[in-house]
């Protein structure tokens, strides 16, 4: 005689839909927090209390600048050195006195010397002017020259400077840069004015925008590592005009100790 076949156990329909549905859940539930984003005040503000705690208020960085395509031209003429050629090298030279005053040097070995200074949000320039020395200080100082009795005071000042570049700091987004993930204040797109800073850290990484003749630039800050700067100076600043990369800095050696004049700024 056959066996009679047991019978197999079928779960009830409601049990599979609803296991479903709570998977469903924990997905999107996953997939929403990993996706928050702080709001652009509250980034700015742990982007200025990560400045307060830095151990000092000054520096002198010394390094190498070198400058590129278009710009060749442009600095050449002002350093007095050979033009006839891709890139052009010259000693740099940053000096930080927080909060707020920022001096740029460039210098040929022959002698020839510019600086594009920034204090208190005003702009000078000695000798004759390298648009992209000038760019890079302003926003080297308005970002990394802050300093203020309150994170909150010093996220209203960087708010301020945003906003007259056309940056809408209450719009914000994640993304890349290099290897990086970025917060990205202001409307998205490319070409958009926009803030990036450094997820890890809260450090300034980039600013994009286009000056009051309608040239678009890109100050980039790249790697905070270099024990010689404290923190307080990237290893490497870019500009770009446009499409192009036309200068770079890069920290040698730094001073955090320095005793810097009045003159300077």
Known sequence: MKEPQ?????????????????????VLVAMSAGAY???GGSILRRMVAAREELPSTALKAD?????????????????????DRPELEADGTVYLRLPGRCRFEAKAREGNTVAAVSSGGRKRVEGKEIPALSEAVQQLCAVLGVRAESAVEG??????????????????????FGGDVVYVLGQPGEGKPQFWVYKDGFRPARVKYKDAKG????????????????????????????????MRFTVLTGDTRAKLADTLF
């Open 63 to 83: 390094g190498s600048l070198h400058f590129y395509g278009p710009v060749v031209n442009e600095a050449g003429g002002v350093l007095g050195l050979p033009a």
């Open 215 to 246: 040239t678009a630039w890109d100050v980039r800050f790249l790697d905070y590592t270099s024990p010689v700067t404290g923190e307080m100076l990237p290893r490497s600043i870019e500009v770009w005009r446009g499409e192009d990369r036309v």
């Open 6 to 26: 047991k019978r197999k156990s079928v779960k009830p329909a409601g049990a599979a839909v609803m296991k479903r549905a709570v998977a469903v859940l924990g």
């Open 155 to 176: 996220r209203d000042v960087v708010e301020t400077h945003l906003r007259a570049l056309g940056i809408e700091s209450r719009t914000t987004s994640l993304g890349r």
């Open 37 to 39: 984003v702080l709001p």
